[in-house]
C-alpha cells in the first residue's frame, strides 16, 4: 500500500467520524427541541394549582403563574428540571428541607429543592403568605396583577429592575388575568377553546366577502363571511355586525361559542339584547387601542362601553387607563386615553 493510500484512508476515516458526530448533535439538538416544555403547556398544567391557591390565599393565580413561567423559563430551567424549583426561592435561615446550590447573583448560592412542583407551588404560597415583607401586599385584591407585581419587585422578591414589567407583560400576552375571575380555570379554558373554534372557522369557511358596502367605519377591514355574516377586525380583534333578531346565544351558536363567553367578549351582562348593527366581538378584546392614535374625544351619546366596542378594547382596561371609578361613565368632551 503507498503512502498516498494511507493518506486517503486516514482522511476518510476522520471524515466518517467527523459526519457521524454532526449527525449525532443535530439528532441531540432535535431530541432537546422537542422535549422543551411551551408557556402554553406550563400553564395548561399548572394553572389549576395557581387557582386553588388563589382562593385559599388570594394571591392572584395569573401573578403565581406568571412567576413561575419566569423564574423557571416554563419548567426548563436547570433549577427546576433538578430540583422542581419553580420560583426561584433560596433557603433562608428558616429552611429545613433538602438544599441545591446554583449560580444566581452570587456563585454557588443556596436554593430550596422539592420533591414535587407541587410542593414547589404550595412552599411559593406559603413563602408569601408568611413573609412579613410581602404583607402589603395582600391589600391589594386578587384580580389586581399590576400592583401586585408592582408590589414584588418593590419588596424585593427579584433584583432585575423590570421584573414587575416582565410579569406583567406574560399576563397580558397570554391573559393569564382571566385565571384570577370567579371560576377562573373553567373561564380561562373556555376562552381558549372560543379562540381556537375561531380560528378553525375562519380558516375553513373563509371565502370572498359578500358586500364591501358596511365598511363606513375607518377602522373596519372586512376579512371574511360565514353563515351571512361579513368578518371585520378592529383593534387586531374579529367582530360582526348583528342582524334583525340576532342575540348572543344565535350568534354563539353560529360562531361555535358559547352565549357566556361571548357576553365576556363583549362586556354585557346576561340581560343585555342586541339591536341590528351592533358590534359583536367574537374573540377578546385587547387590553389598549394598538393604533397609533393616543387619545379620543368623547363626542355626543359615546359611553365608555361604546367606545370599548368601537376600538375593540376591553372597557374594564378602558376605565383603568383612564382611572375612571367604578359605575362612572364618559362625559361629552372628555379626553380618553386608548393606550
Same mark, same amino acid.
Given at each position: ?48 394549582? &395557581?387557582?386553588?391557591?388563589? *382562593? @385559599? /390565599? ?7 403563574? %406568571? #412567576? ?129 373554534? &375561531?380560528?378553525?372557522?375562519? *380558516? @375553513? /369557511? ?7 358596502? %358596511? #365598511? ?124
Amino acid at each position: 500500500m503507498t503512502r498516498n493510500e494511507d493518506k486517503t484512508k486516514i482522511m476518510n476515516f476522520f471524515q466518517k467520524a467527523i459526519c457521524t458526530l454532526l449527525l449525532s448533535l443535530c439528532v441531540a439538538a432535535v431530541v432537546v427541541a422537542q422535549s422543551r416544555q411551551t408557556r402554553e403547556e406550563y400553564i395548561e398544567r399548572y394553572k389549576h394549582i &395557581a387557582v386553588a391557591h388563589m *382562593e @385559599r /390565599y388570594g394571591i392572584p393565580a395569573s401573578i403565581t403563574m %406568571a #412567576q413561575g413561567i419566569l423564574e423557571s423559563d416554563s419548567g426548563n430551567s436547570r433549577l427546576s428540571k433538578e430540583s422542581n424549583n419553580h420560583f426561584g426561592i433560596k433557603c433562608k435561615k428558616s429552611w429545613k428541607g433538602d438544599r441545591v446550590y446554583h449560580d444566581d447573583d452570587a456563585k454557588g448560592e443556596c436554593f430550596r429543592a422539592y420533591p414535587s412542583v407541587e410542593a414547589s407551588y404550595a412552599d411559593h404560597a406559603e413563602f408569601l403568605d408568611s413573609s412579613p415583607r410581602y404583607d402589603s401586599l395582600f391589600a391589594y385584591p386578587s384580580n389586581d396583577y399590576r400592583s401586585w407585581a408592582r408590589g414584588l419587585k418593590a419588596a424585593g422578591y427579584a433584583t432585575a429592575p423590570d421584573y414587575a414589567e416582565r410579569l406583567v407583560a406574560i399576563i397580558e400576552r397570554y391573559k393569564l388575568n382571566m385565571l384570577d375571575q370567579e371560576d377562573g380555570d373553567r373561564v380561562y379554558s373556555s376562552s381558549q377553546t372560543a379562540q381556537e373554534n &375561531a380560528e378553525k372557522w375562519f *380558516e @375553513r /369557511y373563509s371565502t370572498t366577502p359578500e358586500s364591501q358596502s %358596511a #365598511q363606513v367605519d375607518p377602522f373596519r377591514v372586512t376579512l371574511s363571511s360565514h353563515k351571512g355574516y361579513n368578518v371585520y377586525r378592529t383593534n387586531h380583534t374579529c367582530y360582526v355586525l348583528a342582524k334583525e333578531g340576532d342575540t348572543y346565544a344565535t350568534l354563539g351558536a353560529a360562531f361555535h361559542i358559547s352565549e357566556r363567553t361571548l357576553r365576556k367578549f363583549n362586556d354585557v351582562d346576561k340581560g343585555a339584547s342586541l339591536a341590528k348593527g351592533d358590534i359583536v366581538y367574537i374573540e377578546r378584546k385587547k387590553s389598549h387601542w394598538e393604533g397609533n392614535a393616543m387619545l379620543h374625544i368623547v363626542r355626543r351619546d359615546e359611553t365608555l362601553h361604546s367606545l370599548s366596542q368601537a376600538f375593540g378594547i376591553r372597557e374594564r382596561s378602558l376605565a383603568r387607563l383612564n382611572s375612571l371609578a367604578r359605575g362612572r361613565d364618559v362625559i361629552h368632551g372628555q379626553t380618553i386615553k386608548l393606550r
